[in-house]
């Protein structure tokens, strides 16, 4: 069984920087989806990566905020944060996708495993 495990959320400050992770376990090599789900709001797809780490893909509204990459030797896939702001405030999941060749930066449905959330909170 594939298991996700996120880290690396807490508090920061506005413009602040974080680094989630998201270690992997059981079926490993998978492309990997970040999403963030806010108190109210939609699940909303942020990035992806694909098993090799070759293709990238970010949504609009963290384009050039957010940096995802992978560590395929220690089966993690990170989510750097910069320049954070308060609406970035939300529960932050990671997504893995098994046997894909490419990876879905928006659509929920596209992966088979989910993490539990990691709580990022953007506040001063």
């Known amino acids: 069984q594939l298991r996700l495990v996120e880290s690396g959320g807490g508090l920061v400050q506005p413009g602040g920087s974080r680094r989630l992770s998201c270690a992997t376990s059981?079926?490993?090599?998978?492309?990997i989806g970040w999403f963030r789900q806010a108190p109210g709001k939609e699940r909303e797809g942020l990035s992806c990566i694909t098993r090799s780490g070759g293709t990238t893909n970010y949504a609009d509204s963290v384009k050039g905020r957010f940096t995802i990459s992978r560590d395929n030797a220690k089966n993690t896939v990170y989510l750097q944060m910069n320049s954070l702001k308060p609406e970035d405030t939300a529960v932050y999941y990671c997504?893995?996708?098994?046997?894909?060749?490419?990876?879905?930066?928006?659509?929920?449905?596209?992966?088979?495993?989910w993490g539990q959330g990691t709580q990022v909170t953007v506040s001063s």
């Open positions: 059981g079926f490993t090599y998978n492309a």
């Open positions: 997504a893995a996708k098994r046997n894909a060749g490419w990876c879905s930066g928006s659509d929920v449905a596209f992966y088979n495993y």
